[in-house]
């Protein structure tokens, strides 16, 4: 079989790894990268002995597959291009800057009948493909995202840049439509918001909390899922995944509350009994794959098979609309509980106190 010819456009902090991925893979032929910036764009171009194209218009008739890893704000520019001539595109997420140009592509795409994959990279979390069968049917689902200011991805804000990593995995672990949303956040660093908290509510009864926070000085990436068979915690940044479920013992065996009445109850033995006897604690074994490998070869396996790429462009767009909803809800939260007090994620000032003197 001959190899996928492919290229990269947009060569940044993460086109890069694209590149070098597409390059090491035995059915790619990287054939061109393009960027804006000719000196990085030549500079990776040479690192894998292949062509930098100055101008990204030049290519359509070079490749049959393209990854578009620029800023949000050309994605419909650059991913047009190539979904207007047929040829698959995997888009960086989110799929656009905003809902209508998420529309475009879409359609385009369905005009052309050409694949379109959004990459949300945690769907393809080692940690993630191993806690999914284990989440069942969602009641809470609690997710936490936060770190230092990247000083990148700078055209949008904290929803659409982190928040919306989480969105598409409650999205595909709910699996129901939002009835209610509601959020507050804040700018801090410039016209964005840099922290948004969020309370959703779905039509199945499923309740959701996710916070997202880029000036923070840690880094976190958890998310919790409870269900009726139990609890399930995933951290996404050291993939890892624990299991929390009731044993036949507590299912079937004698109450443990009922125990716990007799007189004669060993209670510091019922609690050294608790998490293994009562609670079964799983913690499955998580196997060493990339992410980003694993996505790519996955748009790769579509483009052969003609498979639907497990994140497509409505799923993409189903993330942006959930994660509108929420700046909405970010630009309309009144701080001070009335419409004629502070508003929006700009609302809330630094208190400034003056020197005491």
Request: negative net charge; proline residues 5%; hydrophobic residues 40%.
């Amino acid at each position: 079989m001959s190899r996928l010819k492919m290229a990269v456009v947009g060569v940044g902090a993460l086109g890069k790894h694209h590149a070098r991925i597409l390059a090491g893979l035995n059915r790619v032929e990287l054939v061109a990268v393009s960027d804006v910036n000719e000196d990085l764009g030549r500079q990776i171009a040479d690192q894998h002995d292949t062509e930098f194209a100055a101008d990204y218009k030049t290519l359509a008739d070079k490749i049959d597959a393209v990854s578009v890893v620029v800023p949000t704000t050309y994605h419909l520019d650059v991913a047009s291009h190539f979904l207007k001539q047929g040829t698959p595109v995997l888009v960086e997420k989110p799929l656009a800057i905003n809902i209508e140009q998420a529309d475009k592509l879409l359609s385009l795409a369905n005009k052309h009948d050409a694949i379109l994959q959004v990459g949300h990279i945690e769907r393809f979390n080692p940690a993630m493909q191993v806690a999914r069968p284990l989440c069942g049917n969602p009641k809470y689902i609690k997710a936490e995202r936060t770190s230092p200011f990247p000083f990148r991805s700078m055209d949008v804000g904290v929803v659409h840049d982190v928040m919306i990593h989480d969105l598409d995995l409650i999205l595909n672990l709910v699996q129901s439509p939002v009835r209610n949303v509601q959020a507050f956040g804040i700018s801090l660093l410039g016209d964005h918001e840099d922290i948004v908290q969020a309370h959703l509510e779905f039509e199945n009864g499923c309740i959701v909390d996710v916070t997202a926070n880029r000036v923070c000085p840690t880094m976190t990436r958890n998310m919790q899922v409870w269900s009726s068979s139990g609890q399930v915690n995933i951290d996404f940044a050291d993939r890892t995944v624990s299991q929390l479920s009731p044993s036949e013992t507590m299912l079937y065996g004698t109450p443990i509350i009922e125990r716990a009445k007799k007189p004669d109850a060993d209670i510091d033995k019922m609690k050294q009994e608790m998490f293994g006897t009562y609670f079964k604690v799983n913690e499955p074994g998580i196997g060493d794959v990339d992410a980003l490998t694993d996505e790519l070869n996955s748009f790769i396996d579509c483009i052969e098979t003609g498979i639907v790429p497990l994140v497509d462009g409505q799923a993409g767009r189903d993330a942006m609309q959930l994660a509108d909803n929420i700046l909405q809800a970010v630009a309309s939260h009144q701080w001070d509980g009335h419409a004629a007090g502070a508003i929006g994620p700009k609302g809330l000032k630094p208190v400034q106190h003056r020197d005491a003197a």
